[in-house]
T-cell receptor
């Protein structure tokens, strides 16, 4: 049973517009959430994170929103750039302090110039 | 060299072959991981090592055999694989399993013929 779900396998957005990538989770014990970005032939790299005590975290063009009651988080990229085209993985961490990250399937974002 | 280095980058092997994947980190991390990335699936955790000791085996078939001689090196020994084992194998490291600062290698693209 998937604990972290990214239900959109792909997303296409026009350059300059907003990209919104969604992630749902089922385990209410998750207390830290991360987004990773992956280019072809490279490993995933950390992008942005959010603690469960917050509902928003912003870093430049990237903002992550967390809705704990809905067990939903989203990544907003504004404005989207062609270099943002990649696969984005949502990941979650349990508050036990000793368990590995749980990843979603990823969403492939294509930013069209 | 810094970061997490994986070799080889690409590997093609027959079902009767024996091969090994290597991962090396120079970040001073204590935990190392093997993940498998198949198309349309989440990043699947395979093994976790913390201070050289295996702490998690995620029901991985015995044809995959990990080895962690020290905190900086991790191997994945492969034998009698199946075509469905073809995937991208990613190594990662972090300070500890529950600590979110994972650094990933670029992966080994494995094709079983």
């Amino acid at each position: 049973d998937q604990q972290v779900k990214q239900n959109s396998p792909s997303l296409s957005v026009q350059e300059g517009r907003i990209s919104i990538l969604n992630c749902d989770y089922t385990n209410s014990m998750f207390d830290y959430f991360l987004w990773y970005k992956k280019y072809p032939a490279e490993g995933p790299t950390f992008l942005i994170s959010i603690s469960s005590i917050k509902d928003k975290n912003e870093d430049g063009r990237f903002t992550v929103f967390l809705n704990k009651s809905a067990k939903h988080l989203s990544l907003h990229i504004v404005p989207s750039q062609p270099g943002d085209s990649a696969v984005y993985f949502c990941a979650a961490l349990l508050n036990s302090g000793n368990t590995p990250l749980v990843f979603g399937k990823g969403t492939r974002l294509s930013v069209i110039a | 060299e810094t970061g997490v280095t994986q070799t080889p980058r690409h590997l093609v092997m027959g079902m009767t072959n024996k091969k090994s994947l290597k991962c090396e980190q120079h970040l001073g991390h204590n935990a190392m991981y093997w993940y498998k990335q198949s198309a349309k699936k989440p990043l699947e955790l395979m093994f976790v090592y913390n201070f050289k000791e295996q702490t998690e085996n995620n029901s991985v078939p015995s044809r995959f055999s990990p080895e962690c001689p020290n905190s900086s090196h991790l191997f994945l020994h492969l034998h009698t694989l199946q075509p469905e084992d073809s995937a991208l194998y990613l190594c990662a490291s972090s300070q500890g399993p529950g600590i979110y600062g994972y650094t990933f290698g670029s992966g080994t693209r494995l094709t079983v013929v």
